[in-house]
């Protein structure tokens, strides 16, 4: 019985998992009305919003789970990439836990966490396959070989789709955050305009920062063009590429096995595009609760570490800019 915690973001979760796929709690308080009036996710704010929030959150979902603090068997908590002062909150009160009760304490890279919500929805679902992972901070095609065996085929250089999409709403003034938004106004409107495509023929490698600068000076130039358009123009340029990219790689070495992860693998425009590949290839990708910010996915990446017995110390500390080296 793994109890999780995430505080990596704007988002406060546990979650409490029972052996490989039994969830017996999920909770997520979101930060996003607190942050929204700012246009992006204020750092300090954040951390005290955990603060608040974290503890009567984790009585909840004991309660939920009709279990005592004393029946978990390891605690396991994002320890980076995230904002430093949110993760702490998070490692810490782990710790606290952990020390208290006398229970092994895991430390989980948030982004492995991404790719662990697929094993909660899919329990069938083994390695190897191939993952796309598209988060706020992250975009990466990866080769996951074994459970904790992985390699990194591509990434972005600049900036990460989740990114591109939030710095894209915040240009044609749609608020925050920007990719439910966008994936929303774009399903009215009309794909006229044909924003390039970085890097699309080069390589397993991303790059969105130009596409976001020519969305800028698009609408400096074209003042009359209607957002939603502009917006769904946007939304196809980078998919487009997303997808390109993800499948010609698994056709090539010949995998059937797609695993989206992170917050845009909601984007029902990428879900769509992947659809089309449905002959070929199998795709995955979690329900939406599972693909956003979750302690869910902590426990199950947890619990990969918990059964090889891959404890860490209370010297367990954040690493803001971890990357997708270290699991
Ligand atoms: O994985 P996530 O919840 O947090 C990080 O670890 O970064 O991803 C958040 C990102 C945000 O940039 C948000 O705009 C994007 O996921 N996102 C979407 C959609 N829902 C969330 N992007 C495109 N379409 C969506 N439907
Ligand atoms: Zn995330």
Redesign the pocket.
């Known amino acids: 019985m793994i109890f999780g915690v995430e505080t990596s973001?704007d988002e406060t979760a546990v979650a409490i998992l029972k052996g490989k796929d039994q969830l017996l709690s999920n909770l997520v308080y979101s930060q996003i009305d607190v942050h929204k009036i700012f246009g992006g996710v204020v750092p300090e704010v954040a951390a005290r919003k955990h603060v608040e929030v974290l503890y009567k959150l984790s009585l909840k979902a004991f309660e939920e789970a009709q279990i005592t603090p004393n029946d978990i068997d390891a605690v396991s908590v994002s320890f980076g990439p995230g904002l430093i002062g949110a993760l702490l909150i998070g490692v810490s009160f782990a710790k606290g836990i952990s020390l208290s009760l006398g229970k092994p304490l895991i430390g989980v890279n948030?982004l492995m966490g991404?790719i662990y919500a697929n094993f909660l929805e899919f329990p069938k679902l083994k390695p190897p396959f191939v993952t796309l992972l598209v988060?706020?901070?992250h975009t990466a095609i990866l080769l996951v070989k074994d459970y904790l065996d992985f390699e990194i085929i591509g990434e972005t250089r600049d900036d990460a789709a989740?990114?591109a999409?939030?710095k894209v709403a915040r240009i044609l003034d749609l608020g925050y955050?920007?990719?439910?938004v966008?994936?929303e106004i774009s399903k009215k409107a009309q794909k006229l305009y044909d924003f390039p495509r970085p890097l699309y023929n080069k390589g397993y490698d991303f790059s969105f920062s130009g596409l976001k600068t020519s969305v800028l000076y698009f609408v400096r130039d074209y003042p009359e063009a209607k957002k939603e358009d502009i917006a769904a123009s946007f939304q196809e340029a980078i998919i487009d590429t997303l997808v390109y990219k993800v499948t010609k790689f698994a056709i090539k070495e010949n995998i059937k096995d797609i695993v989206i992860a992170?917050?845009?693998a909601?984007?029902?425009l990428l879900r769509e595009k992947l659809n089309t590949f449905k002959d070929k290839l199998n795709i995955y990708y979690p329900r939406q609760s599972l693909c956003?910010?979750n302690a869910a996915m902590i426990c199950r990446a947890g619990y990969e570490k918990y059964i090889r017995n891959m404890f860490d110390t209370l010297d367990l500390d954040v690493v803001p800019n971890l990357g997708l080296s270290k699991i």
């Open positions: 973001c948030h991404h988060s706020g901070g989740g990114e999409f939030d955050p920007g990719g439910p966008i994936d992170g917050g845009v909601a984007n029902s956003t910010d």
